[in-house]
């Protein structure tokens, strides 16, 4: 069976030409495809579009797709519990299920930003 990369290049032309699109390295591309590397989340969504959907989300990260894209389950399925899906959604902070990650609120990313002046520090 071929490698859903291995697919994406050929409907991009080329390998490189895939990695062009995306804003990749050839190299980059051609690590996807070995065995224990997977695609990067944030490149998914962008092979499945360049491809006309020949290549889905679901080929490209056929172990965790359910818990990054849970709105690609079909209507009215839940993962058994203890399944791959909802271990892999135990990975994702903030997912089980519950739509997009939230900084915990003790993190300096969920402060709201202060300007410099507001801080009473020079800019």
Not at 13 to 40: F, M, N
Not at 50 to 67: I, K, S
Request: hydrophobic share 40%; proline share 11%.
């Amino acid at each position: 069976m071929k490698h859903p990369i291995e697919k994406a290049a050929e409907v991009a032309g080329s390998e490189k030409a895939l990695a062009d699109r995306l804003g990749v390295t050839k190299a980059a591309v051609w690590q996807w495809k070995q065995p224990g590397r997977r695609t990067p989340i944030e490149h998914c969504a962008a092979i499945e579009r360049l491809c006309g959907h020949a290549v889905t989300r679901r080929e490209l990260r056929p172990d965790d797709w359910q818990a990054i894209w849970p709105e690609l389950a079909e209507p009215g399925s839940v993962p058994a519990s203890g399944s791959a899906t909802s271990q892999a959604a135990s990975l994702v902070p903030g997912s089980a299920g519950q739509g997009a990650a939230m900084p915990p609120a003790d993190c300096p990313a969920a402060e709201p930003a202060r300007s410099t002046a507001a801080q009473g520090g020079r800019p």
